[in-house]
Structure formats: C-alpha cells, structure tokens
C-alpha cells in the first residue's frame, strides 16, 4: 500500500508564503487522484486543492483559489502545495490524500502538517 509522507508546515506571518511536500512511497505506487485538507481547531476537516493524475485537472476551494497552487511531480513521487498571501484563517493541520483504486475516494492519509500563520 501507498503511504504519504508530509512536510514543510511551521509557523509564519500574515502575507508569507509556505510550500507543503507529500512524497508517496510502499509496495504499490500508482494513483489515481491526489488532494490537500485542512482540519482547523474545532472544525471539521475541508476540502483545500486536488490534482489529476494527468495534471490536466486542478480544483481549488474558494477561499485558497488565486493563493494556493497544487502540483507534482512524478519522478519524484510527490505532490505539493504552494500557498501564498497565507491568511490567519489558512491556520489548520492540512492532510495530503491519495485514491489508490479506480473509483474509490480518497483512501490513503498522510500524518498531517501544522501550518500556523499568525502576527
């Protein structure tokens, strides 16, 4: 099974920027699909950004769209998340996911990075 391992979270100001890296990795090495969420305290966890496996498909929530990019790269094995003009409310855990199985959702869950972004 595919496992995901996520980093690049921390803490930065208002206006920063801040890339996210989830390298995949184990006895199987195809996806189909990979995607970003967030969980911030008290809330329940959200839908961020998500990529094909084509590239050709990218979709964003509207709250990041115009401020975070999703992208990868397949000779690496690694999908990232580039978020710029970071906002306080951007302050979650965000959760890099993959879909290993044709029309299966998202199954396999990276450990979570912290991204705190504060003054």
């Known amino acids: 099974q595919v496992q995901l391992v996520e980093s690049g979270g921390g803490l930065v100001q208002p206006g920063a920027s801040l890339r996210l890296s989830c390298a995949a990795s184990?006895?199987?090495?195809?996806?189909?699909?990979m995607g970003w969420f967030r969980q911030a305290p008290g809330k329940q966890r959200e839908f961020v950004a998500s990529i094909s496996e084509s590239d050709t498909s990218a979709y964003y929530e509207d709250s990041v769209k115009g401020r975070f990019t999703c992208s990868k790269d397949d000779a690496k094995n690694t999908v990232y998340l580039q978020m710029n003009n970071l906002k306080p409310e951007d302050t979650a855990v965000y959760y890099c996911?993959?879909?290993?199985?044709?029309?299966?959702?998202?199954?396999?869950w990276g450990q979570g990075a912290q991204v705190t972004v504060s003054s």
């Open positions: 996911a993959a879909v290993s199985s044709p029309g299966a959702g998202f199954d396999i």
């Open positions: 184990g006895r199987t090495f195809k996806v189909y699909y």
